[in-house]
């Protein structure tokens, strides 16, 4: 991989990961996938982590998967097939960190950049924002487990009409869906994704996992992810942290809260 085409940085419990090709739209090349699905799992499962950010160096979030490859490593069926199953290791990566993962989107967002946003927790985007879902113009068909991210987060007639279509939305049209929490000024959305980031990396670690938990399985339906979200919330209770946000409001004063 060319050197440091995925930047991470650390701070105050939150952790974010640049997509650094500007030059390229940040499209992510074949081993970028592989580095982002170990890099988020590895920060995700880090006890100091509380939250991660993903955003594109420069005016673009992603151009999705760099179609430079497409002819050597994407050219046949087997190829192609692991191609995909390194998208998919990404996407799910991110789905299941542990923590919340919030997409901060300029510009270009399109295929599998929309992926990885539509994959996240939360997404905010500047008024530039463009979103796409191009694969019907490449033959190819998106990862079906990728695409429960999108149907969750745009809803299942935007979904068909993205896929289908393979038109561009704006930033307001995504705002229209819900796939978007907010639009920022260009000039405020990093401070705005980092005072979001603060405020959820300030909250009780378990109690926000366990939200997260609760969430996926409203979504899926499945009772395995129920009984974990069931366990997850149950072990709020004898928690160090609920003690402590107890105390906390009792005493008047801001928690410190140790997921624990």
């Known amino acids: 991989m060319e050197a440091e085409a995925l930047i991470t940085e650390f701070a105050s419990g939150v952790a974010t990961l640049t997509f650094d090709r500007p030059e390229k739209k940040n499209a992510i090349t074949y081993a970028m996938w592989q580095d982002l699905a170990r890099h988020v799992s590895a920060i995700g499962a880090d006890h100091a982590t509380r939250a991660i950010v993903l955003r594109g160096q420069g005016s673009d979030f992603s151009a999705g998967a760099d179609i430079g490859e497409f002819a050597t490593l994407r050219a046949g069926g087997a190829g192609a ?7 998919s290791a990404a996407f799910a990566a991110i789905r299941e960190a542990r923590v919340p993962v919030i997409a901060a989107i300029r510009g270009i967002c399109f295929g599998g ?3 990885i946003a539509a994959a996240c927790d939360i997404r905010l985007a500047a008024p530039d924002a463009q979103f ?14 990728a695409m429960a991210d999108i149907v969750n987060a745009v809803g299942p007639q935007m979904a068909k009409y993205l896929t289908f279509s393979a038109a561009r939305i704006d930033a307001e049209a995504a705002l229209a869906t819900g796939f978007l929490l907010e639009i920022v000024s260009a000039g405020r959305l990093d401070a705005r994704v980092a005072e979001l980031a603060e405020a959820i990396a300030a909250n009780a670690p378990l109690s926000v996992r366990a939200s997260k938990a609760a969430i996926a399985a409203a979504l899926s339906g499945r009772p395995e992810d129920t009984e974990l979200a069931r366990c997850m919330g149950d072990a709020t209770f004898e928690s160090s942290d609920y003690a402590e946000g107890r105390a906390a409001f009792a005493e008047r004063r801001r928690p410190v809260f140790r997921g624990e």
């Open 113 to 115: 950049g929309f992926g």
């Open 132 to 145: 796409s879902v191009p694969a019907g113009r490449l033959g190819l068909a998106y990862p079906h487990d």
């Open 81 to 87: 097939r692991a191609y995909e199953a390194a998208n």
